[in-house]
């Protein structure tokens, strides 16, 4: 049974930085066709943020290229999101995803709020 757990979700001010964390049990994070960070903001519908296959080709959404990485450790088995030069319409919910065909599964989301 797959899990995804999320944390690191918090209140920060524009321009700050958060590091989003999505711990995976059940599988290894390796074995994953991709994993991704998605989010959510109020009113609008969930949109990708970033990707990572198991290979370890990632993308970005144009609107966080530069200020977002994301990253694996192999050693927690954990999905990482590090958010920089945060902006207040970073503001969402974010979600991890994994994709192991033809299965996808999702954590329970982790609340990101930015203040002007």
């Known amino acids: 049974q797959v899990q995804l757990v999320e944390s690191g979700g918090g209140l920060v001010q524009a321009g700050g930085s958060l590091t989003l964390s999505c711990a995976a049990s059940?599988?290894?994070?390796?074995?994953?066709?991709?994993m991704a960070w998605y989010r959510q903001a109020p009113g609008k519908p969930r949109e990708s943020v970033a990707g990572?296959?198991?290979?370890?080709?990632?993308n970005y959404a144009d609107s966080v290229k530069g200020r977002f990485t994301i990253s694996r450790a192999s050693a927690k088995n954990t999905l990482y999101l590090l958010m920089t030069s945060l902006k207040p319409e970073d503001t969402a919910v974010y979600y991890c995803?994994?994709?192991?065909?033809?299965?996808?599964?999702w954590g329970q989301g982790t609340q990101v709020t930015v203040s002007s």
């Open positions: 995803n994994a994709y192991y065909s033809p299965y996808a599964y």
């Open positions: 059940g599988r290894s994070i390796f074995s994953f066709n991709t």
């Open positions: 990572i296959t198991s290979g370890g080709n990632t």
